[in-house]
C-alpha cells in the first residue's frame, strides 16, 4: 500500500480497532473495483460498447477515455470503502459519488463513461467496507444483506426522487422502464440473481473466466431495463437488445461452437443502430467486483 492511499483512509473503524489492518482492506477494495471495471473495458466482443478493439456505437469515446476515468477513480473507491467501513449514512456515501463523477468528467472531457459503475461499484464498495468492520467475510448474501439494512432505505428515497434531467429521467417519464436507481434500492438483483449465477455457472463449466463473463454481460442485456438502450433507442431499440441477447443465450451461449461469431454479429447490428447498453457494462463490472471480492480474503480482511 502506497503513503498516498494510507493517508486516504483518515481513521480505524470504531468496529475495528487495527488501523493497518483497515487500510491495507479499504486499499485492496478500491484496486479491486478499479480492475473490475478494466476486466469489463478489456473483454470482447461486447454488443455496442466500447473495448481495446472498437469503440462500438460510441463516437466521442474510446478505450483511452475510459482508461483516463478509471484512473481518475483509484481514490474514490478506496474512500467509500472506507466511509462503509466507518458507518457512514447515505448522504455522506453521496457526497463521494459526487465528487467522484466530478473528477471522472474532469478527467474524460465531459464525457460520461463511468456514472452507473460510480453508484453502484461505489455502494458495492461501501458494503464491503462495513461487512469487514463486523469482522465477517463477504459473501454475495451479506453483500446484499447489508446494502438493504444500512442503506435500504436511503436509496429507496434516492430512486423517488429525481431532482435534475438526466437521460434516467428523460427514459423514466417516457416509458414503463427502471434503471440505476431502481436498481440500486431493490438491491442490486440483475447482479445477484441474474449475472452472478450465470457468470458462477459458465466458470464452473469451463474453466474460462473470459467465457463467464461474456455470459454474464448477455444475461445481463436479455434481462435488465437499460436507460442507455431507452434513451436512445426507445421500447423498440430496448426489445432488439432484449431479444438479441436472449437468442445468443438460447443457442448456447459462450459454451456453443461459433459463439463468438454471434457475439459479432449482435455488436454490428447494435453498432448499425446507434445502441450501447452501458448499464449492463457497469452492472458487469459490478457482478466482477462481487464475484472477486467473495472469491478468497481481501488483504487486511480477518484471517488473510
Ligand atoms: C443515480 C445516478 C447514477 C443517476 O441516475 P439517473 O438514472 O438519474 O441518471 P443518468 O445520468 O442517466 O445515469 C444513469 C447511469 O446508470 C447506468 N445505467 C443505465 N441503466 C442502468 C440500470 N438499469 N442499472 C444500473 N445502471 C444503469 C448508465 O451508465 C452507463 O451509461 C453511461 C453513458 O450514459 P449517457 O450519459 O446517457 O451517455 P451516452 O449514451 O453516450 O449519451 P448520448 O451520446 O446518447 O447523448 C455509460 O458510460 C455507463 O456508465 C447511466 O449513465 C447518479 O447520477 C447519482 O445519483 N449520482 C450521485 C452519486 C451518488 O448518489 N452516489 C451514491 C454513492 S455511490
Ligand atoms: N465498455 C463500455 N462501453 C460503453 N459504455 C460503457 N459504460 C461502461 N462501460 C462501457
Not at 100 to 112: D, H, K, S
Not at 130 to 157: D, F, K, N, V, Y
Not at 253 to 271: F, K, P, S, Y
Request: proline share 4%; glycine share 10%; hydrophobic share 45%.
Amino acid at each position: 500500500m502506497t503513503p498516498l492511499e494510507r493517508s486516504l483512509v483518515p481513521s480505524a473503524s470504531p468496529l475495528h480497532a487495527d488501523a493497518a489492518h483497515d487500510q491495507a482492506f479499504c486499499a485492496a477494495a478500491g484496486r479491486l473495483a478499479v480492475r473490475s471495471l478494466y476486466e469489463e473495458l478489456v473483454l470482447y466482443p461486447k454488443p455496442g460498447l466500447v473495448s481495446l478493439i472498437d469503440s462500438g456505437s460510441h463516437q466521442d469515446m474510446d478505450a483511452r477515455t475510459f482508461m483516463r476515468s478509471l484512473f481518475s477513480l483509484r481514490h474514490y473507491f478506496l474512500r467509500i470503502t472506507a466511509a462503509g467501513m466507518a458507518g457512514a449514512c447515505f448522504d455522506e456515501l453521496k457526497r463521494l459519488g459526487i465528487r467522484a463523477e466530478r473528477e471522472m468528467l474532469a478527467a474524460t472531457g465531459g464525457i460520461n463513461t463511468h456514472r452507473g459503475a460510480i453508484f453502484c461499484l461505489g455502494m458495492l464498495c461501501a458494503a464491503l467496507g462495513r461487512i469487514a468492520a463486523s469482522g465477517a467475510q463477504p459473501s454475495p448474501e451479506a453483500l446484499r444483506a447489508t446494502l438493504r439494512r444500512e442503506w435500504g432505505a436511503a436509496l429507496m428515497g434516492h430512486a423517488d426522487a429525481r431532482d435534475a434531467q438526466t437521460h434516467g429521467a428523460i427514459v423514466a417519464s417516457r416509458h414503463a422502464a427502471s434503471g440505476a436507481r431502481e436498481e440500486m434500492a431493490l438491491g442490486l438483483p440483475s447482479v445477484f440473481d441474474v449475472a452472478l449465477p450465470r457468470l458462477q455457472a459458465t466458470y464452473q463449466r469451463s474453466g474460462d473466466m473470459r467465457l463467464a463473463r461474456i455470459d454474464a454481460l448477455f444475461a445481463l442485456m436479455a434481462h435488465m431495463s437499460d436507460t442507455n438502450v431507452y434513451f436512445r433507442g426507445g421500447a423498440a431499440g430496448a426489445d432488439m437488445v432484449r431479444e438479441q441477447a436472449a437468442g445468443f443465450l438460447q443457442a448456447g451461449g459462450a459454451a456453443a461452437a461459433g459463439w463468438e461469431e454471434r457475439a459479432l454479429d449482435m455488436h454490428r447490428l447494435l453498432v448499425r443502430h446507434r445502441l450501447s447498453p452501458g448499464g449492463a457494462a457497469d452492472l458487469l463490472g459490478a457482478t466482477c467486483l462481487v464475484h472477486e471480492a467473495c472469491r478468497r480474503p481481501l488483504p487486511g480482511a480477518d484471517g488473510a
